[in-house]
């Protein structure tokens, strides 16, 4: 068995990428095969970074859609979570779910800014129920998945001994399908991210999605990889402090 690699054993190999990333990045930004102002270098793209914290914009729209995204993934997570661990226990409540479910996960989320727009406006309620959409979905694969490959005799035997439905629950199918809970929720906090973009897309006046747009519209290529840049990195913190969180009380997984 491979053993898992320390903290600090990861951090070289990524420190490595990421230097390796910026070294090509200058290279061609350098090079002058891509006009400077279609290519912003690392430096320019800092200084737009920059720009945009001194500003305040940034942290403005930093604030926004992490409040748009982070109620869209609590509510899809939880919508998606329950509803994986329903249709994974019960076959039945799985057999008339689970076609519903496989005909809306090919409906992305940006298809349906219109219709919620319609609906409820262009206020917030339209842009954290889309994302909720989304993760929802994404989370209830994972956790259905798992939960319906935990061993039915694991389930008999519990109930053998006597344990009641909480306990078989507590104590037996949740542990066996933690880990596939963790990789549901790694995966839709991703989700939450992409669904943002459209979300912000459809009538925000804040958020880095909506500043990714406004950029693109002046040309403002340095400000725009400098949003890019603050999504991807969201997307690892959030992926660290799950993977971390995992780590905590998932220990006998290899997330």
């Given amino acids: 068995m491979q053993a898992t690699p320390s903290p600090a054993g990861r951090v070289g190999p990524a420190l490595g990428a990421a230097g390796a990333v910026l070294a090509l990045w200058s290279l061609a930004a ?14 320019a793209t ?5 720009d945009g914290v001194r ?3 940034l942290v403005s729209d930093l604030a926004a859609s992490l409040a748009r995204a982070g109620q869209g993934f609590a ?19 799985s057999a008339a779910v689970t076609p519903v479910v496989s005909f809306l996960r090919p409906i992305p989320a940006i298809a349906l800014v219109p219709l ?4 409820f406006g262009i206020g917030e309620s339209a842009k954290r129920l889309l994302i909720a959409y989304a993760v929802a979905l994404a989370v209830w694969l994972y956790v259905h998945d798992g939960v319906s490959r935990v061993p039915v005799s ?15 629950f507590t104590e037996v199918l949740l542990p066996a399908a933690a880990p596939a809970l963790l990789a549901a929720l790694r995966y839709g906090a991703s989700v939450a991210l992409l669904a ?8 925000a006046d804040r958020g ?14 340095d400000r725009m990889f400098a949003g890019l840049i603050v999504l991807g990195l969201l997307g690892v913190a959030a992926d660290l402090v799950l993977a971390a969180v995992g780590r905590r009380f998932v220990h006998w997984s290899a997330s």
């Fill in 75 to 93: 509510l899809g997570a939880a919508v998606g979570g329950a509803l994986g661990f329903a249709t994974g226990y019960l076959p039945g409540l």
């Fill in 208 to 221: 880095l999605a909506y500043r990714l747009q406004v950029d693109g519209q002046f040309l403002r290529v």
């Fill in 46 to 50: 800092a200084a737009a970074l920059a």
């Fill in 116 to 119: 919620a727009a319609a609906w």
């Fill in 154 to 168: 694991h389930l008999r035997a519990a109930r053998s001994l006597g344990a009641p439905l909480h306990r078989r």
């Fill in 30 to 43: 350098w090079s002058g095969a891509v006009a400077p102002g279609l290519l912003p270098g690392p430096a």
């Fill in 55 to 57: 500003s305040g914009v």
């Fill in 196 to 203: 943002l973009v459209a979300a912000e897309l459809g009538g």
